[in-house]
């Protein structure tokens, strides 16, 4: 672990995610920026006023425009405001303008601010505008202290993703740079995480496995050391008995867990059964309905199935109505998804794929899927684990290839403060492959960097790299691998210099012993269900002979387990659940995300890292 990673998580999402929800007040006007609402809303609100309503209107559009890194677009917004502004509003630009230069890794002053004059809304935004600045120069001591002060004006509703998010910080820094933290005589609270971020370090190290260990083994020191772990963490809470981080003790003890809701529910599962997608639709369906299976314990549901090629939504959610479901569950497709959320629906509603925030919906709404840009970001997650600094990125020339990119380009920035950037190469089609392999044309290691705003981009980079990420099939990596050997004159992965990492899309059942050997010491993502399926005797012959059937099996198995808990869905909590999809987090949008197991190729075997276990 490298000082880099002591800055995970703490730059974009705890910073902009929570100052969304601020209250801003002129002092005769009050405008709620309202988290839902996109830039476009707000203009328009904007264009409709005059005087200063019509300037409130304009700074929270600028807002807006910030959380959806449209940089330009916000600063060309500020530039075109009167000079006349009165006090809130002359404040509001400010912290607008620091936030921007957060983002963009620029110098701010925060000497522009009288202190004393901000209320506790905008206290919280500037101590997260100092956060940012201080984690782009490094100073580990004065972002210890921005977490205390944040913790001073945060909202009861944003307390909990704070909390994560400053213990995210202390668990992350190594031991040198936690004795950076200078803590006064009178800072309990500051020694309480430090205290336990040493605690932590002390007794959750990696495993030390033998040749000779079975898997009882293992296991047997894997709750040994579980043990060991929460006697600590329990000895130091003895110590701090009123100390904040009491509240997520379960989490650093891995007990932390979603019980189910006490009542069965009636669900309608609503899904392609027919058309073009239905094997998508009936393999979720499946699992969906096994689930019991695999988890007896829990409530059972009284589960009916609607076939979404069979009548109009809106139709679907009447005989939902008309039949007294408490839960929808789906629909799959996007388009559905995004028509679900116009009609929004008296019903609740987990739908199986997610939408961008354009649209609002009046009911309780709650996404999950498996989306190719939550892979992406958890292989920024596990590739920055490893202390790489600079990754290139293998994607298809394609919309999705782009959106991949970006996924992985926020997240990286993210986790390095802006520190490294991640650069992309794009790639053509299995016959474009084909073509240039056959006339030796081989894949160099140079890529443009990703742009995560709508500043464009220049340039390119041929040296460096340290890992690669490969988004792609299992046809397209059969050729991308020998191509990138070829145009490195070298063997790429396999333990050297630059390491090789690739996505679930590209691991199948029936690999070749060709495909195997190539990847070798290649790493690769991959749900918990495909790597323990020798465990689970409960899934089909037929799932289990296709790897992409498997995770939308596991997708259904899943969704039945979040159904059973959609009451407690709809706030911040980290590795909640043991999925078989991956460990699944929410967020405050109730969102589900995924993080997967990694493993790998070792001569046709698979290998478990250490974040798989």
Partial sequence: MNLKHSFYAMLIMPIFAFLVGCTFETSKESLNFDNKQNSNYYLLQADNSSGSIKVNWQLLAVRALIKEN????????????????????????????????????????????????????????????????????KDINAQAHDYLQLEKYVTEAEKRQLLNNTWNFFRKLKSDKISKVLVGENEAILQGWVDLAYTYQNNSKAIVSQDDDTPDTIAAKSENQKQLLKKAVNNWATQYPDHPAKEIISILTGEQTLS??????????????????????????????????????????????????????DTLIQRAQEQNVELIVGPLLKNEVTRIKELA????????????????????????????????????????????????????????????????????????????????????????????????IGINLAGSPISIDETPTEGMSSAGFDAIYVYSSYDELTLIKPMLDMGANKTIGNSSAVMLYSSSKSHVANASNDFNYDMNKTEYAEIPMVMNQKDNTNIPSNVQKDYSLMRLY????????????????????????????????????CEVTRSLSWQQYIYGDAKSDSKSQ
């Fill in 70 to 137: 449209k940089f330009s677009q916000a600063n060309a917004l500020l530039s075109s405001l009167p000079l006349n502004l009165n006090s809130e509003q002359q404040k509001e630009k400010l912290l607008s303008e620091g936030e921007i230069a957060v983002k963009k890794r620029q110098s701010f002053d925060l000497n522009k601010f009288a202190i004393s004059d901000l209320n506790n809304s905008q206290l919280y935004r500037y101590y997260t505008i100092k956060l940012g600045l201080d984690i782009n120069s």
């Fill in 260 to 313: 189910a809701d006490a009542n069965a529910k009636k669900v309608a599962l609503l899904l392609p059964l027919n058309g073009s997608s239905h094997i998508f639709g009936e393999t979720i369906r499946q699992g969906y309905i096994s689930a019991s299976k695999f988890f007896p314990q829990e409530p059972q549901q009284n589960v009916i199935v609607l076939d979404t090629t069979s009548a109009p939504m």
């Fill in 345 to 440: 629906p008296a019903i609740p509603v987990l739908a199986l794929n997610k939408v961008d925030n354009t649209t609002t919906s009046a009911n309780k709404m709650c996404f999950f899927a498996l989306s190719p840009e939550d892979e992406a970001k958890d292989a920024a997650d596990h590739i920055y684990s490893q202390n790489k600094v600079k990754p290139l990125l293998l994607v298809p020339q394609s919309d999705l290839g782009r959106r991949v990119a970006q996924s992985f380009a926020t997240q990286w920035s993210q986790l390095s403060a802006n520190a490294s950037q991640a650069y992309v190469q794009y790639f053509g089609n299995t016959t474009t492959l084909s073509a240039n392999m056959n006339h030796n």
């Fill in 554 to 589: 596991a997708m259904g198995v899943d969704a039945w387990r979040l159904a059973n808990r959609f009451n407690q869905l709809n706030s911040y909590q980290l590795n909640f659940l043991d999925g078989m999809t991956g460990k699944l987090s929410t967020s405050d949008q």
